[in-house]
Each structure stands twice: as structure tokens, then as C-alpha cells.
């Protein structure tokens, strides 16, 4: 039996590091760093390098930068982006190091669970974020923020303290993850949708570039533009040319965009 609350408390400890370093890594740092220093749990010989104080006033300066960043509504997603590259590779390294002294081949499956555990812990979170950025009040982002660490801080003491407990609230997380992120992402999709329609690349633009003949009162559209159809045609073969150009990554986004605008530009005065 006590090999089996063992058995239970490790597999909360590596999960619970996982899911909290998705939220905050910062935060897991610390309280895993607190509670071994203080001597409320013994840490796995591999994790209690979190303790020593030059590691955790390292976590708690970034933690304390983290925590305004993550409230300016743009910022945060910018934050999360560049976090991709830290969190999930840290929370491999967490998750493989709770394990204790066990074979090479078990760290490596709890890194790579542990990993896939924060990547899709961070996937929710920064989804989440680039929605709640579409509103322009910044309450929002505050209590997205304040919740997220509260969540890191409560969870972790569960997982120490309530491994089993623990271990029931992860699976209802993972359960809600499967059924939430396709819809955050499909959110996700429809902002960036009317953000190429505000940066002309709508539909009715697109259809324009497409089929000429088509009617359109857009100013971008070529039948408008050009109703002369001598010129109206090498305008067109000339957007598509640029559109191939654009899809075969010859041109970047901003490169397409400018080099539409000469052209257009350049018919006009035709």
C-alpha cells in the first residue's frame, strides 16, 4: 500500500510540474524551490537543484516580469510566442527530473509525457489569450492573468499534498483540453480571417484576382480599377503572378502586400 501512494505522488508530481509549467513556469520554479527549502517536501535528488537560492531568485526575478507582461493585452501574447521555445522544453526537464533515481529510459518517457503535458497546457492558455486580446478592456487580461498563477500556486500545493485529489482534476483537465482547444483554434482562424480582410485580403479581393469578369466595387479589384480591358488583363496576370510568387514563399507577406500596392499603384496612373 505505501509503495502504492508513492507510485501515486510521483505521478502527481510529474504532472503537476508539467501542467504548471505550461501556465507559468516562473511560479512551478518557485513553489517547487519553496517547498524544498523549507522543508515541507523532500524533493527528488534530480529536482532539488530548484532550491538552491540562486535558482530561485532567478525564477522569482522572471516571475515578477512575467507578471506585469502578462497583464498589457498584446504583450502577453507576445510573451507566450517567445515562451513556446522555454516552457515546453523546461517542463520536459521538470517532469523527467521528478522521477527520482530510476532507469535513463523511465526519465526519458516522463520527460517526453511531461512535455507533451505542457505543450498542450501552454497551446490552451496562449489560445485563450489571443481571444481575450480581442477585447479592448484590459480587465480581462488581468483576471486571465491573476487566475492562471492562483490555478499554478493552489494546483501545486494539491499535487504535493493531495496527490490522489490531484490526479482526478488532471483528468477532468484533459477531458475539457480535448473538447476546448479545436474550438479556441477555430476562434483563432476567424480573427485571423478579418485581419487579412482589414489588410485587403478578403474574399472579394481574391475572387477579384481570380475572375476578373466578376463585378466588384472594390478599390483593389481590377474591373474597378481598370475598366479597359487592355489594360484590365496584364493588371490581372500581373496580381496572379505575384499571388504564385506569394504562395510558393518567394514573397513574404509584407513583400506581397507592397509589391500589390505598385502594381496597383502603377495601372492607376495607366
Known amino acids: 500500500m505505501e509503495e502504492y501512494q508513492q507510485l501515486i505522488g510521483v505521478i502527481s508530481l510529474t504532472m503537476g510540474v508539467a501542467w504548471a509549467s505550461g501556465l507559468n513556469l ?16 523532500e524533493l527528488p535528488e534530480n529536482l532539488q537543484i530548484v532550491q538552491d537560492p540562486a535558482v530561485m531568485l ?37 517532469a523527467a527530473s521528478t522521477v527520482g533515481d530510476v532507469s535513463p529510459a523511465l526519465q526519458l518517457a516522463a520527460g517526453i509525457v511531461g512535455g507533451s503535458v505542457t505543450s498542450v497546457t501552454h497551446a ?42 490531484f490526479l482526478i482534476g ?36 481574391r ?12 478599390p483593389l479589384s481590377p474591373a474597378y480599377i481598370a475598366p479597359n480591358s487592355a489594360i484590365r488583363k496584364p493588371l490581372v496576370e500581373a496580381l496572379q503572378g505575384l499571388e504564385a510568387m506569394h504562395k510558393s514563399g518567394a514573397l513574404s507577406d509584407a513583400e506581397f502586400e507592397q509589391a500589390k500596392a505598385s502594381v496597383i499603384a502603377e495601372y492607376q496612373l495607366a
Not at 207 to 218: H, K, T
Open 58 to 94: 532567478a525564477a522569482g526575478l522572471m516571475y515578477a516580469v512575467e507578471f506585469f507582461a502578462d497583464k498589457v493585452p498584446g504583450v502577453d501574447t507576445g510573451w507566450d510566442a517567445l515562451h513556446t521555445f522555454i516552457r515546453i522544453p523546461a517542463g520536459a526537464l521538470l
Open 207 to 218: 475572387e477579384a484576382i481570380e475572375d476578373p469578369s466578376a463585378p466588384s466595387s472594390s
Open 26 to 41: 516562473y511560479a512551478a520554479i518557485l513553489v517547487l524551490g519553496f517547498a524544498g527549502s523549507t522543508g515541507g517536501m
Open 124 to 165: 490552451a492558455k496562449a489560445s485563450t489569450r489571443v481571444l481575450i486580446n480581442t477585447s479592448p478592456e484590459p480587465v480581462s487580461n488581468w483576471l486571465a492573468s491573476i487566475s492562471e498563477d492562483v490555478a499554478v500556486f493552489g494546483g501545486l500545493w494539491v499535487a504535493l499534498n493531495h496527490p490522489t485529489l
Open 170 to 205: 488532471f483528468i477532468a483537465f484533459l477531458f475539457l483540453i480535448i473538447w476546448l482547444l479545436p474550438k479556441l483554434w477555430r476562434g483563432i482562424a476567424r480573427i485571423f480571417r478579418k485581419v487579412g480582410q482589414w489588410l485587403g485580403l478578403g474574399k472579394e479581393t
